[in-house]
């Protein structure tokens, strides 16, 4: 089986999950937070080296106040955790997103764990946090033109590659495959550009559900397709 070499994965379903078993939101986010440690760990067992989740989007800071701060208080804690599991697992951590966006302990927090895990040679997880792909390519844009006011860039000189560079996944290869879960079908603002050739693949189960035979599922599907990335292969 053909293994894809970077997963994304759309973490939905949380509240709904929590809902059908008589529980507020909140706890369904706590229980997909606790999935997460487990699909990096099968991920990575199964070969896959790059694993980017939708954590916390632009949009989200339009729910409840009280669901805002929740998942801001679970966010603290997670990222205590996943320095421990990163240590543990050799994981190299990174956030994508606007960081400014955040409270000033969070970001503290969030350099030291990419600090810490910068030269760890195991899975490559990606967080999400703050995170629209509109906002992501207005900052590069942003970048750009100072760049180019100061000299440093020329018009000319602009490709997809150069781009490419300004975004917040950089030096990171292109999701092979998008998962995303609770069986809603949408991209919903998250990497618009990086997933241009990435293969979707859509499960009725929610997060907190979501286990190393749903992941198996999915890669048994992406292995099913034919990525010939706008070309046409040669009939035999």
Known sequence: ??????????????????KSKGMPRNYGHAQGSKNVETICREAWNIGIKYLTVYAFSTENWKRPQEEVDA???LLR??????LKTA???HMRVRVIGDKTGLAEDIRKRIDELEEASKNNDGLNFQIA?????RDEM???????????ESGQLKPEDISEETFTSYLDTA????????IRTSGEQRLSNFLL???????FYFADVHWPDFTKDELMKAIEAYNGRDRRYGGVKEEA
Request: proline content about 5%.
């Open 129 to 133: 946090i703050n995170y629209g792909s």
């Open 87 to 89: 240590e543990k697992n």
């Open 71 to 73: 998942l801001m208080k």
């Open 77 to 82: 804690n997670y990222m205590k955790t996943c």
């Open 1 to 18: 089986m053909k293994i894809p070499q970077h997963v994304a994965i759309i973490l939905d379903g949380n509240g709904r999950w929590a």
């Open 193 to 199: 550009w990086q997933l241009a050739y990435t293969e």
């Open 171 to 178: 030096d990171i290869p292109d999701p092979d495959l998008l």
């Open 138 to 148: 207005i900052r590069a844009m942003k970048k750009m033109a100072a760049d180019q």
